[in-house]
């Protein structure tokens, strides 16, 4: 258990409203990523981030924003939402201390539904 | 860009018997591959790994092989159980980021062990 909580855990929107996803870890590492699940695609990396206010662009970007004020928390934006986010969205972290290994910790997953 | 291909997208063993996942990758400077499994309704979770200076890698009942060359990698699970069934992905760092821990993901392997 890396300390990693998502919330909400589901939410169920209308398309063109704002949508903010939250992760919170609890050991404080920098960096955290953003992905979304979809059937035949896998994972895909939305944003990243390796400290406070520093954050990067990943594979699927487009229509998402984060910020980063503190180290525990990491928050995924939707500005107006579309039926194309639907998805399940999932925190990630790796540990400071292993970040040369790769591994990475999930939290338990966002269901995001944009009708 | 960087991409992995996994296959299959679904695999039926009666228990006992074994299961081979397989993914290919396209970035030549990868240099770490996990591999995660995913329970319903959870995040994923690391269960083995290989980096690209080992080309076999066995814990228990799951192995990992790396053949870089072709820019293959292989999950084998012996003597599946139904607890094994799942969706299993594999992953590929990206090389030549720095440690940023990004992955690439595959599509996914739904693997239902039949008792």
């Known amino acids: 258990d890396a300390g990693i909580t998502q919330s909400p855990r589901h939410k169920v929107t209308e398309t063109g409203t704002p949508v903010t996803l939250r992760c919170h870890q609890t050991?404080?590492?920098?960096?955290m990523y953003w992905y979304r699940q979809d059937p035949g695609h896998g994972l895909r990396l939305i944003h990243y981030?390796?400290?406070?206010?520093?954050?990067d662009k990943g594979e699927v970007s487009d229509g998402y924003s984060v910020s980063r004020s503190k180290t525990e928390d990491f928050l995924l934006t939707l500005e107006s939402a579309t039926s194309s986010q639907t998805s399940v969205y999932f925190c990630?972290?790796?540990?400071?201390?292993?970040?040369?290994?790769?591994?990475?910790?999930f939290g338990e997953g966002s269901r995001l539904t944009v009708l | 860009g960087e991409n992995v291909e996994q296959h299959p997208s679904t695999l039926s063993v009666q228990e006992g018997d074994s299961a081979v996942i397989k993914c290919t990758y396209s970035?030549?400077?990868?240099?770490?591959f996990p591999w995660y499994k995913q329970e319903l309704g959870k995040g994923p979770q690391l269960i083995i790994d290989?980096?690209?200076?080992?080309g076999e890698k066995k814990d228990q009942r799951i192995a990992v092989t790396l053949n870089k060359t072709a820019k293959h990698f292989s999950l084998h699970i012996t003597e599946t159980q139904p607890e094994d069934s799942a969706v299993y992905f594999c992953?590929?760092?990206?090389?030549?980021?720095?440690?940023?821990?990004?992955?690439?993901f595959g599509q996914g392997t739904t693997l239902q062990v039949k008792p």
């Open positions: 990630a972290i790796a540990r400071d201390k292993t970040i040369n290994t790769g591994e990475l910790f």
């Open positions: 050991e404080n590492h920098r960096y």
């Open positions: 981030s390796y400290g406070v206010k520093d954050t």
């Open positions: 970035d030549s400077a990868s240099n770490y």
């Open positions: 290989i980096r690209s200076n080992v």
């Open positions: 992953a590929a760092k990206i090389g030549g980021s720095g440690n940023t821990g990004k992955l690439i």
